[in-house]
């Protein structure tokens, strides 16, 4: 607005080009440059207005500017993994290998100037270079994860990542060994592979697990162990039956690890033995496979989720398969006190006498 004799409040001009001149809500007076009278006298209010109701300072917001500039993705995942070392220690080598990926990608660019659209084109470059849409939609969580803490810290304003969609997984159904598999392929491993090849079977430890397990969790008087390394991070526990029980007390202690000889190449090497004993599509994996489906035979859906160590049902329904003897063996349990047997559940819950 002009000031009585005609010279608008905030407003001067240096060597014919218009400038503002106002303060911040801190004190701080600044100084613009406008351009024609009609830019100057536009932006002289815009800056009023943001003081107001935004206590906006214009030396914070061009030191912001700055700090962006300079904080590379590089500097931000070096303390990102800082922070893993410190809050999820025992899924470090899963953090590295996704860090290192996505660094690849976005190592040298300024984290404010990565996009959705850059991460879009990051996930799709993934994808069409062979990996499952499962291995992506983990590298965008800890991608999403990243730029969370990164905004939590202070380095940006924007999740690029969250408006993104996560990759539809195609989930494979389980491939359980039959016991004639089972016979054939371990009947032609040597002992050493074939010991760790019983204790997953009869453990359901996936392969790194196995790797890297060690001695000092294993309770060989309780029939226990807990698992150095889950894929979860969390604390799991693992009942041993007779056969896991057996594997290790036949096993030397020359090291701190239950099976320190398990070779880098184990899962390539376990399709070898397959293939050798004259079978297809069976890989280390399978072995956890069929654990679990074993299980269905006697365990309730319950437990077999403990067991198998899922966070969701959904995941153990891949292993239930309900045919008509289940269903019937089902109803035909509520009539069995007709012939003086308790009355329980199928699922080994509280069981009640009939009266």
Same mark, same amino acid.
């Given at each position: 607005?002009?000031?009585?004799?005609?010279?608008?409040?905030?407003?001067?001009?240096?060597?014919?080009?218009?400038?503002?001149?106002?303060?911040?809500?801190?004190?701080?007076?600044?100084?613009?440059?406008?351009?024609?009278?009609?830019?100057?006298?536009?932006?002289?209010?815009?800056?009023?207005?943001?003081?107001?109701?935004?206590?906006?300072?214009?030396?914070?917001? *061009?030191?912001?500017?700055?700090?962006?500039?300079?904080?590379? +993705?590089?500097? &931000?995942?070096?303390?990102?993994? $800082?922070? =893993? #070392?410190?809050?999820?220690?025992?899924?470090?080598?899963?953090?590295?290998?996704?860090?290192?990926?996505?660094?690849?990608?976005?190592?040298?660019?300024?984290?404010?100037?990565?996009?959705?659209?850059?991460?879009?084109?990051?996930?799709?470059?993934?994808?069409?270079?062979?990996?499952?849409?499962?291995?992506?939609?983990?590298?965008?969580?800890?991608?999403?994860?990243?730029?969370?803490?990164?905004?939590?810290?202070?380095?940006?304003?924007?999740?690029?990542?969250?408006?993104?969609?996560?990759?539809?997984?195609?989930?494979?159904?389980? *491939?359980?060994?039959?016991?004639?598999?089972?016979?054939?392929? +371990?009947?032609? &491993?040597?002992?050493?592979?074939? $010991?760790? =090849? #019983?204790?997953?079977?009869?453990?359901?430890?996936?392969?790194?697990?196995?790797?890297?397990?060690?001695?000092?969790?294993?309770?060989?008087?309780?029939?226990?162990?807990?698992?150095?390394?889950?894929?979860?991070?969390?604390?799991?526990?693992?009942?041993?039956?007779?056969?896991?029980?057996?594997?290790?007390?036949?096993?030397?202690?020359?090291?701190?690890?239950?099976?320190?000889?398990?070779?880098?190449?184990?899962?390539?090497?376990?399709?070898?033995?397959?293939?050798?004993?004259?079978?297809?599509?069976?890989?280390?994996?399978?072995? *956890?496979?069929?654990?679990?489906?074993?299980?269905?035979?006697?365990?309730?859906?319950?437990?077999?989720?403990?067991?198998?160590?899922?966070?969701?049902?959904?995941?153990?329904?891949?292993?239930?398969?309900?045919?008509?003897?289940?269903?019937?063996?089902?109803?035909?349990?509520?009539?069995?006190?007709?012939?003086?047997?308790?009355?329980?559940?199928?699922?080994?819950?509280?069981?009640?006498?009939?009266?």
């Amino acid at each position: 607005m002009a000031r009585a004799g005609g010279k608008d409040r905030g407003l001067f001009q240096k060597n014919g080009v218009w400038w503002v001149r106002w303060t911040c809500s801190y004190g701080h007076e600044h100084r613009e440059r406008g351009g024609s009278k009609s830019v100057a006298r536009q932006l002289y209010q815009q800056r009023k207005t943001a003081v107001r109701y935004d206590n906006f300072c214009l030396s914070a917001a *061009r030191a912001k500017v700055q700090r962006d500039r300079l904080q590379t +993705f590089n500097s &931000m995942a070096e303390r990102y993994m $800082e922070w =893993a #070392v410190e809050h999820c220690p025992r899924s470090l080598r899963f953090y590295r290998t996704i860090v290192r990926q996505v660094t690849a990608e976005f190592g040298a660019r300024p984290m404010g100037e990565i996009t959705t659209q850059d991460v879009e084109k990051y996930l799709k470059s993934r994808l069409e270079g062979g990996s499952k849409p499962a291995t992506v939609n983990r590298s965008r969580a800890v991608l999403s994860h990243m730029f969370t803490m990164a905004s939590k810290w202070g380095l940006v304003e924007h999740n690029p990542v969250s408006d993104t969609e996560a990759r539809k997984e195609n989930n494979i159904a389980p *491939r359980p060994l039959t016991e004639e598999e089972e016979r054939r392929v +371990f009947a032609i &491993m040597p002992q050493s592979r074939r $010991e760790i =090849a #019983v204790f997953a079977i009869n453990t359901g430890m996936r392969l790194g697990e196995l790797r890297a397990q060690r001695w000092s969790d294993v309770d060989m008087d309780a029939g226990v162990l807990t698992v150095t390394l889950p894929k979860s991070g969390k604390h799991e526990v693992i009942p041993l039956n007779s056969a896991a029980l057996s594997v290790l007390a036949s096993a030397e202690r020359s090291s701190e690890l239950v099976f320190p000889h398990i070779p880098r190449s184990m899962s390539t090497v376990f399709v070898r033995y397959v293939k050798l004993a004259g079978l297809e599509g069976i890989t280390f994996h399978c072995l *956890r496979d069929t654990f679990i489906s074993r299980l269905a035979v006697s365990a309730s859906p319950a437990t077999m989720m403990a067991l198998a160590r899922h966070r969701n049902f959904r995941t153990t329904q891949r292993y239930l398969k309900l045919d008509d003897n289940h269903l019937r063996q089902a109803v035909e349990s509520i009539v069995s006190a007709q012939n003086g047997a308790p009355i329980g559940t199928l699922s080994g819950t509280e069981v009640l006498e009939a009266v």
